[in-house]
């Protein structure tokens, strides 16, 4: 099986070039479709059934932005368990720094540079190489394999993984093990990742002229005293927080919070001269990622209960609070086949024992969890976690080759064949 893996290098590196080169930049959603479109072309010249979800109704989902999935399955020689290989095709923009044409696909010094290389269509290609390499190569397995490309998982998954889970397409009996190739290093498995929640606080005022500020009530000041708060007691009380979790890297074992944005007074989009008015209004988002230890009511009511505090004591404090999303914190059992099946390879591949670690952000293993109920699922593939959303941003094809072998030996072993 190494052997034949090998000897697919090269059209490993062009699958991964066509993936990179459609643009499938989110927001908005650009160019879902056609990426969509050449995997299951791709999964179809190979024998598989092939299914085309579209995520209608979710975040974003529109005729000319629809969130289009793609799922392919094929069957084995008889009954047995289902290992399927799950990859986001979506991608953040490419942002300012780049070197080279973010969506050229350069492939320089053994490297595959471009906006989705790492995270993760290079992950992608991997697992469909794999699954390339076992069907060429006649193997008989039980069971099924399975191939998606999911949409949106850098918004948060709800038109991919999030309504394929609810429709049943991540449960058993149809699936039994699932592998996600985000990248987070050739020789480490991901089980799973810490807490979400995010919300946006908003302080209320009074607008009045700006020469006569005493005549209004300032929305910003009132914002300023609840970072005050936060910086001088939440900050530091999570900073002191542990997880026994394998968190990846070593600051994100501490409980977080990142003030994702902040604005008030006039709008967003103006340009120009201000007018003199006092904020009546003054809204902030916050990124709280907690651990498998913390509750996830007490998260919420450390934020709340500052608020609740500076209304008493602040003379005319108000404000609103609401959820934008959240997740608690998902983590696999070492035990667990798919764990296992995973680390004996990496073994086998590079001679060493496989590192457990956990994400220090959500993926789309959230979905799975707690909609599709299945628990025996891990992010294991090519790619440096810290190169993703990067300028310059790139995949080692070296790594990709290896974790093809690992991805297709792991499937193998989990569907009772011998490769």
Known sequence: MNAR??????????????????????????AYTPCAELIGDWMKRRGFTVEYVRGEGTPGDSDRYPRTNVIGRIEGRGPGPCVHFNGHIDVVQAGQGWTVDPFEAVVKDGRIYGRGTCDMKGGLAAAMIAVDAILEAGIPFQGALEISGTVDEESGGYGGVGYMAQKGYFSKPRVDHVIIPEPLNVDRICLGHRGVWWAEVETLGRIAHGSMPFLGDCAVRHMGAFLDRIERELIPALDARRTSMPVVPEGARA????INSIHGGLAEEFEGLPSPCVPDSCRMVID?????????????????GILERLAAERQGFRYRIRDILEFVPTMTEESAPVVQAVAREIAREFGKSAEYVVSPGTYDQKHIARFGHLKDCIAYGPGILDLAHQPDEFIVIDDMVASAKVMAGAALALTGAAG
């Open 5 to 30: 893996i090998d000897a697919k290098r090269e059209e490993l590196v062009a699958l991964t070039r066509d993936l990179v080169r459609i643009p499938t930049v989110n927001p908005p959603g650009d």
């Open 255 to 258: 409980s977080t919070l990142n």
């Open 288 to 304: 709280r990622r907690y651990l498998i230890e913390e509750d996830p009511d007490d998260v919420k009511r450390e934020v709340t």
